[in-house]
């Protein structure tokens, strides 16, 4: 089976408007302004995307599983109805001092994609608001795309400059459009 680029988006503060606390409820799940429409244009692009998300909720006894599953069903179904597909949502639940492979800025969720879904890692994109996403992104050899949603990358918990930084996820979509024009996708 050939392997494909694949676009991987971060979910807090890029997709859903990033809060002082946790989303620990469906209710609290609220879309960043321009979030589906972005997606829209990203989903146009005939890439597999995939959600990679750090979700600590579930180690600290914020959320379970079950809820979670509510959180992010709520998103795929504004999503589906937008007609966007998401092939898979990975999440962490570890703390930041568990010492796992799947928290980001780990490249341990990339790894699972590219072994269940044959991605191309030198050829993919990771979209995030964090310098742990840009990181994550480098980390694994891909392209990487800071959004000015959420943190904007004003977090500065890493020091990876990001190769794109774009306003929101629609000028992501632009972005990508040229690399992938660009290298003949």
């Not at 408007?17 to 946790?22: A, I, S, W």
């Not at 989303?23 to 244009?41: H, M, S, W």
């Amino acid at each position: 089976m050939k392997k494909t680029a694949a676009i991987f988006i971060d979910r807090d503060g890029v997709i859903n408007k990033r809060m002082d606390t946790y989303v620990t409820d469906p209710r609290e799940f609220v879309f960043e302004q321009g979030a589906i429409e972005g997606l829209r244009a990203i989903s146009a692009l005939g890439l597999p995307i995939f959600i990679v998300t750090n979700q600590s909720i579930l180690r600290r006894g914020l959320a379970d599983e079950k809820m979670l599953k509510r959180i992010h069903d709520k998103m795929e179904g504004e999503l589906w109805k937008a007609q966007i597909r998401i092939r898979k949502i990975y999440y962490c639940p570890h703390l930041p001092g568990d010492g796992c492979l799947c928290r980001k800025p780990q490249i341990g969720m990339l790894l699972q994609a590219q072994e269940e879904f044959k991605v191309d890692l030198g050829k993919s994109f990771v979209i995030g608001d964090a310098t742990g996403d840009m990181q994550l992104g480098k980390n694994a050899g891909c392209k990487t795309i800071l959004v000015r949603t959420g943190y904007g990358g004003g977090d500065g918990r890493h020091q990876a400059v990001p190769d794109f930084v774009c306003d929101n996820l629609a000028q992501a979509a632009k972005a990508i459009k040229g690399c992938l024009e660009n290298s003949g996708k």
